[in-house]
């Protein structure tokens, strides 16, 4: 059975810095485009980030880009997510995505239903 774990979430002062991991089981990590995604409460799920499964192609949302770095380690079946410069604005459940088929079926890696795959999320909280 396929099984994406997020961990790292935590509480953090704004200005600091979070890595998430996601580690994946019942699947060869190397053969997913992976994904970051977050909801804050009362909101939809919105795209943060994703990762070729080569780690040649990444793309970020205009939000976070220059601050968070996705990165993935095949041999270790994990996805990271590294925070930098957070905001109040990041606080949300951080969710993590897999993607078999190249994000083809819509036409893009930064829609939640590209992927098919998805874990419980792990809560990152910002204060100021």
């Known amino acids: 059975q396929v099984k994406l774990v997020e961990s790292g979430g935590g509480l953090v002062q704004a200005g600091g810095s979070l890595r998430l991991s996601c580690a994946a089981s019942g699947l060869t990590l190397a053969s997913y485009t992976m994904g970051w995604f977050r909801q804050a409460p009362g909101k939809e799920r919105e795209f943060v980030a994703y990762i070729s499964w080569s780690g040649t192609n990444t793309d970020y949302a205009d939000s976070v880009k220059g601050r968070f770095t996705i990165s993935r380690d095949n041999a270790k079946n994990t996805v990271y997510l590294q925070m930098n410069s957070l905001k109040s604005e990041d606080t949300a459940a951080y969710y993590c995505?897999?993607?078999?088929?190249?994000?083809?079926?819509?036409?893009?890696?930064?829609?939640?239903?590209?992927?098919?795959?998805w874990g419980q999320g792990t809560q990152v909280t910002v204060s100021s």
């Open positions: 995505g897999a993607d078999k088929f190249g994000c083809s079926r819509y036409g893009s890696c930064a829609v939640s239903t590209t992927y098919e795959y």
